[in-house]
T-cell receptor
Framework: TQLLEQSPQFLSIQEGENLTVYCNSS?????LQWYRQEPGEGPVLLVT?????EVKKLKRLTFQFGDARKDSSLHITAAQPGDTGLYLC?????????FGTGTKLQVIP | GAVVSQHPSRVICKSGTSVKIECRSL??????MFWYRQFPKQSLMLMAT?????????EQGVEKDKFLINHASLTLSTLTVTSAHPEDSSFYIC??????????FGNGTRLTVT
């Protein structure tokens, strides 16, 4: 059973636009990770957030962990074609990692 | 950064045969390894969790006799798809972690059963 819902499921935008992906759960996680996956490859870790309310920036990507550690968001500024991929959030609990439903992003040049 | 090597990257086999997929952690001790299955454009579906030296814990609906998992060392886990059928065709991915560290993923194995 998927406990992490991501929205939107699919997103197609023009180069230069901004976007936000949401990851929501009813469960509390000790930490949350964001991954990006390209076709035919394994997911690549982008960031880990641990503290409620934490905000981390990775160049044009901004990640936020909710105060209650149940949700997270990923904001991309001025999207580029290289940002295209499947974005996955993953919540870590006791001995288990739960993956979100995924957001397929396409950035059109 | 941590590297996880998965082999083979692609395999085609005939229906009824068995296929073994290897997952190795190259520069850390993987106390826990996970095996996932992924359908096109979808997220990862956890199949099983394996801790070194103990039996794997399978998710509900995953047949443990069909998907044999062995985690005999801190750097190697294998997934064997036994008596493969066309419906087993999929993208299989492993991940590994040391203690409570973030997951590191292999590059996946595309299995096609003809």
């Amino acid at each position: 059973t998927q406990l992490l819902e991501q929205s939107p499921q699919f997103l197609s935008i023009q180069e230069g636009e901004n976007l936000t992906v949401y990851c929501n759960s009813s469960s509390v996680f000790s930490s949350l990770q964001w991954y990006r996956q390209e076709p035919g490859e394994g997911p690549v870790l982008l960031v880990t957030v641990v503290t409620g309310g934490e905000v981390k920036k990775l160049k044009r990507l901004t990640f936020q962990f909710g105060d209650a550690r149940k949700d997270s968001s990923l904001h991309i500024t001025a999207a580029q074609p290289g940002d295209t991929g499947l974005y996955l959030c993953a919540g870590s609990g006791y001995q288990k990692v739960t993956f979100g439903t995924g957001t397929k992003l396409q950035v059109i040049p | 950064g941590a590297v996880v090597s998965q082999h083979p990257s692609r395999v085609i086999c005939k229906s009824g045969t068995s296929v073994k997929i290897e997952c190795r952690s190259l520069d850390f001790q993987a106390t826990t390894m996970f095996w996932y299955r992924q359908f096109p454009k979808q997220s990862l579906m956890l199949m099983a969790t394996s801790n070194e030296g103990s039996k794997a814990t399978y998710e509900q609906g995953v047949e443990k006799d069909k998907f044999l998992i062995n985690h005999a060392s801190l750097t190697l886990s294998t997934l064997t798809v036994t008596s493969a059928h066309p419906e087993d065709s999929s993208f299989y991915i492993c991940s590994a972690r040391e203690a409570a560290s973030p997951l590191h993923f292999g590059n996946g194995t595309r299995l096609t059963v003809t």
